[in-house]
């Protein structure tokens, strides 16, 4: 039965009535909004259809109404001069999202005030440059016009007469029609193809104009406007392709809902808007939060200032802490005070600058004196007699030689000092700005080919070892009469030899003791070979039981006692020993003989505090503190004596650290050697955290297997080892 044969009651529905024998949906419109919306109730056509169908479509559209009503109070609320008709109909805002093109695009008369109004909509946009916004508040902005329009949906015809070019489509062709020949569906998705389309004709930055000026945002028009992002090239700003995509995909949000509500499903539509409202309400409860955060900290009362010490004498505590906490010793502390003293006599010569005074015109100041500063002033002759405070003003001036002055890498140990002192500063509320030590920010340079290192070739293995230069290296020169000098030094024997097979560091190597010389099994099991205060072992019959239980004989590079030194945490590593050390040249039988020196020096209570080190007569000098600085000194001068200068090419260094790139060479070239091994082996990061964190490197076995015994038969015929046998430091061997 349909509904126009039979008029309806009130008691059926109270929204219906009847016109001119057809049905009608009728809405008295509240009387405080009968002005802003430019009439007294409204009315549309609900069409022909049965009774059931008709109250259903009635209500829809009432609680649409009531939507509205809601709407346009709140949107009362935000306008000073009250509401148009023209503002709530989309025609000069757009607030449903779909007006005409040739809207004129006029400031948003939105009064600022102090509170949070509804929809995303907040006072605190007002007046912003749009390129402070977030991205947080920039999709607020779209989230706004969202809600507005789905809210505003099921009451005003979609307004896309200038995309179609047809007349505003009525209520009834966004309803659900079965049976009809184009469905609305059809139309949504045809309105979505054509937003798609519309972004390269600037419709959707004609939208960001529109919404942008509701907010009363400050944008730049050379930038951020519908005319740059139309330019060729665009010119349109980041933050304005934002603010065009949030809106972009705000409307694909709203054809997604409409499409499902045209068919009859309002669960998209209903959940859209839900999720919009609590995104809404959390950003309100967080500026509640953030504003509530103000007032408190408005009334609590001002701190007292911590009174700020002068500049030395915080330095004198920052190094005071850092000795403390152990993270420097003595020689590293006059180092760092000597770079102190610079910064010191830059920025503060009269000794009385506060340390909260410290500003970047000062570290700026000290920058520019090291980027003209001497190097080696105190050793030059013609800068050592220069008072400083005169040497100074030439650096600043720039008038040192460029030839004559401290290279990149030497201001970057000047800076980092100054930078982690600020940084203490400001942890100790002695500086509230420690971000000004980015002025002391110094680009590392690259590494030149003159500081490169290059390995060892075959050649130059032959030279380093022969004998009749290695042995005669350690001895002294009596009546031109070359005799073997008895109290000579053994570093200069076995440093070399340790670092040809393992690739060592020369202070990983100066600094090793009897207890780093162990057995490590499979299953990383270790023990030592030497302990003070036992017995003796019998060196060959160890070596048998360890090569029974599938043992490996290995130096332990690591910093357990006080006076050893890592370059870092990868550095700690097992090292096999080649069987030309073991077998042919009997190391272990120099470690015992060092062995018993060092128990005997322990039972007569005379042991010093590294007794039991290998190499005793190596001792740590004052200016580096490493225990081998004079060896490489030593070493340095023996290479070249033999004729090992530079590189091949002459364009990199061969010095003591070359034995490290000489393994490295060496395994590069084999095929069957894997990078994870090699790297364990010269104790490198391996740059993955499964390896450099989680794993414990390659098995002692594993990296004897497969590089310490197929490198020591590369080595091997180059070795004249029956010469090298006849150094005293080697004495018998094992077999």
């Excluded at 907040?122 to 390129?131: D, M, V, Y």
């Excluded at 949504?188 to 054509?194: T, V």
Aim: hydrophobic share 35%; net charge positive; with cysteine.
């Amino acid at each position: 039965m349909l509904v126009s044969a039979s008029r309806p009651s009130s008691a059926h529905s109270p929204y219906l009535s009847r016109h001119r024998n057809s049905l009608i949906f009728r809405i008295r419109i509240p009387a405080d909004l009968q002005t802003c919306l430019g009439k007294t109730e409204y009315r549309r056509s609900i069409g022909r259809c049965y009774a059931a169908e008709a109250k259903r479509r009635a209500f829809r559209l009432a609680a649409a109404a009531f939507e509205v009503f809601s709407f346009a109070r709140q949107a009362l609320e935000r306008r000073a001069g009250g509401l148009t008709h023209d503002a709530i109909s989309g025609n000069e805002y757009g607030l449903m999202g779909y007006t005409p093109i040739n809207i004129s695009q006029r400031k948003s008369p939105v009064t600022q005030d102090n509170s949070s109004s509804s929809n995303g909509y907040t006072s605190e946009f007002q007046g912003r440059a749009l390129s402070s916004l977030t991205d947080e508040e920039i999709r607020a902005i779209a989230d706004t016009w969202l809600l507005a329009a789905l809210k505003g949906s099921d009451l005003f015809a979609l307004q896309t007469a200038h995309i179609r070019n047809q007349a505003t489509p009525t209520i009834k062709d966004l309803e659900y029609r079965a049976g009809a020949d184009a469905t609305t569906a059809a139309n949504l998705k045809n309105i979505y193809l054509s937003d798609l389309k519309a972004r390269s004709v600037g419709r959707m930055a004609q939208e960001a104009d529109k919404q942008l000026a509701v907010h009363g945002i400050d944008c730049d028009p050379e930038t951020e406007s519908c005319k740059a992002f139309q330019h060729t090239p665009p010119q349109a700003s980041p933050a304005y392709l934002k603010t065009c995509q949030e809106l972009l995909k705000a409307q694909v949000t709203f054809y997604e809902a409409a499409e499902q509500t045209a068919q009859g499903e309002y669960a998209a539509h209903d959940t859209a808007i839900e999720a919009l409202e609590r995104r809404q309400e959390a950003r309100k409860e967080k500026r509640r939060d953030k504003s509530q955060q103000r007032r408190e900290n408005a009334s609590k009362p001002t701190p007292a200032v911590k009174p700020s010490p002068k500049l030395s004498e915080a330095i004198i505590q920052y190094l005071d802490q850092r000795t403390r906490e152990k993270k420097r010793d003595d020689l590293s502390r006059r180092r760092t005070e000597s770079k102190f003293a610079l910064f010191q006599a830059v920025i503060d010569p009269e000794d009385a600058l506060p340390v909260n005074m410290i500003g970047a015109q000062h570290l700026q100041a000290y920058r520019k004196v090291l980027f003209g500063f001497p190097a080696n002033r105190r050793k030059k002759r013609q800068y050592r007699d220069i008072p400083l405070p005169l040497l100074l003003e030439e650096a600043e001036a720039g008038r040192i030689p460029e030839e004559d002055r401290i290279d990149r890498q030497t201001i970057i140990t000047y800076c980092q000092p100054v930078i982690a002192f600020l940084k203490w500063a400001g942890t100790n509320e002695y500086h509230f700005n420690s971000a000004i030590a980015n002025n002391l920010n110094v680009e590392k340079p690259e590494r030149t080919e003159e500081e490169e290192r290059d390995p060892y070739t075959a050649e130059d293995i032959r030279k380093l070892f022969t004998p009749a230069s290695f042995l005669t290296a350690g001895m002294r020169q009596a009546a031109k009469i070359m005799v073997p000098d008895s109290g000579g030094k053994a570093s200069r024997y076995w440093v070399p030899l340790l670092g040809l097979f393992t690739g060592a560091r020369l202070e990983e190597l100066s600094q090793l003791h009897l207890d780093d010389i162990v057995l490590v099994d499979k299953k990383r099991n270790r023990r030592r070979l030497f302990t003070l205060g036992q017995p003796m072992p019998d060196v060959r019959a160890v070596l048998d039981e360890a090569k029974q239980a599938e043992e490996t004989p290995c130096i332990f590079i690591n910093d357990s006692k006080g006076y050893q030194r890592l370059k870092n945490k990868p550095s700690r590593r097992y090292v096999p020993l080649s069987s030309i050390l073991v077998d042919d040249l009997n190391f272990l039988g120099y470690v015992a003989r060092i062995f018993q020196e060092a128990d005997e020096a322990q039972r007569r209570n005379y042991a010093p505090e590294d007794n039991g080190r290998l190499f005793p007569e190596l001792k740590k000098t004052a200016s580096s503190n490493k225990y081998g600085h004079k060896l490489s000194h030593w070493y340095g001068q023996y290479r070249e004596r033999v004729g090992i200068v530079s590189g091949e090419y002459g364009e990199g260094k061969k010095v003591f650290h070359s034995f490290r790139h000489t393994i490295s060479d060496w395994c590069m070239q084999q095929q069957d050697i894997q990078e994870t091994a090699a790297i364990s082996y010269l104790g490198h990061k391996q740059g993955s955290i499964t390896f450099d964190i989680y794993a414990k490197g390659t098995l002692p076995h594993v990296l004897y297997s497969s590089i310490t015994a197929p490198f020591s038969e590369y080595v091997r015929p180059l070795l004249d080892i029956d010469g090298l046998k006849q150094s005293v430091w080697a004495g018998k061997t094992l077999n």
